[in-house]
């Protein structure tokens, strides 16, 4: 079928398009060009199924980087079947475990989430990127840490595909393709990182790096055929000026005018104490992949064979793990669709 990286068809438009065209040259003459085009499109596979309505599990490191609970915050606000919260790279390193999960729990009530469920999950010992301290009220309490249970009591109480969206480090998601192998079949995975081209060729980027073996653990199982359908958006399509929030933009100078007590002010304290500790700017690398699971018109996927090198640097590589690779996205239009998710 056509494809360019200028598409603006969403997956569920796609995915119509190729089952027209293989059912029409079906009913084509056998030497007919129709019916050769038909049996390739059909020997090329479907792109994936509409996950609409099914289950989304977020893996966030929410609490370093603002993007992480902005993307929280869309998803808590537009997403009725958002079903759990796990965090990853939970805070150590002279702060308690479970900042991240605190963080994440305070900010779903503020969205009155309380039907979405928490759990802080991995930790590797040795956090960096947090600043949130102070900004959870001290009755929030410490949240559940049982991964795997959480995971097996979301499969027993639903039926089918269960999305789920990685914003950090894969450690989670190894843990539970490891102890919770049955899920494999039913997780449809969207996951930020990765980058063919990263700004810095010496490392792998940020979420692979954070936990080299476990992404490593998740490709093997992509390329054994355990996880089929994986979805990587890229830093090479994340990182870009046009998603990034700066002091005193439009989208900050909103945050800032928010009523005190509610989501908008702990965004606007978390994304200033990010500007202060960190960086003066945010990109929104993880609403960016959550537009994407969501099936969003944004960015645009194709799909490619890719494997890790030891340090976790990706490449193309015919013998790697086959992925809906990001390849190119418009800034626009996604940056509509966020602040009508957030503002309006």
């Known amino acids: 079928m056509p494809y360019s990286e200028d598409d603006d068809r969403s997956i569920e438009q796609l995915r119509a398009e190729q089952e027209a065209l293989i059912a029409l040259g079906t009913r084509a003459p056998v030497d007919s060009a129709l019916r050769l085009i038909s049996e390739e499109t059909a020997a090329g596979g479907l792109w ?8 989304i599990i977020l893996d966030t490191d929410i609490g370093g980087d603002p993007d992480d609970a902005i993307a929280v915050a869309a998803a808590g606000r537009t997403v009725p079947e958002l079903a759990l919260v796990l965090t990853n790279d939970e805070t150590g390193n002279g702060l308690p475990h479970g900042e991240r999960a605190r963080l994440a729990r305070y900010l779903l009530d503020l969205l009155d989430r ?30 559940p840490s049982d991964v795997t249970g959480a995971i097996r009591d979301l499969l027993a109480r639903t039926d089918g595909p269960i999305r789920w969206v990685g914003m950090g480090a894969l450690s989670n998601l190894a843990r539970v393709l490891t102890e919770v192998p049955e899920a494999a079949e039913r997780l449809i995975v969207t996951q930020m990182g990765g980058a063919l081209e990263y700004r810095d060729p010496s490392r792998a980027e940020h979420n692979i790096r954070m936990d080299v073996l476990s992404a490593h653990r998740v490709f093997d199982a992509i390329n054994s055929g355990r996880l089929e359908d994986v979805q990587l958006v890229t830093s090479e399509i994340t990182f870009h000026s046009e998603i990034e929030i700066v002091p005193g933009d ?65 490449s193309r590589d015919d013998r790697g793990a086959e992925v809906w690779l990001s390849v190119a996205a418009k800034y626009d239009p996604f940056n509509t669709w966020l602040k009508q998710t957030l503002f309006d």
């Open 250 to 314: 439009a989208f900050h100078r909103r945050l800032s005018e928010a009523p005190t007590g509610g989501w908008q002010e702990l965004l606007h304290r978390h994304i200033e104490a990010w500007f202060a500790a960190f960086h003066p700017g945010s990109m929104q690398h993880d609403a960016l992949a959550l537009s994407a699971a969501l099936g969003k018109p944004f960015v645009n996927l194709g799909l490619r064979k890719v494997s890790l090198d030891r340090i976790g640097r990706m």
């Open 48 to 55: 994936p199924e509409s996950p609409k309505g099914t289950p």
């Open 114 to 143: 309380g039907d979405v469920g928490t759990v802080a999950g991995h930790s590797a010992g040795r956090t960096r990127y947090f600043c949130a301290q102070g900004l959870v009220p001290e009755e929030i309490p410490d949240q």
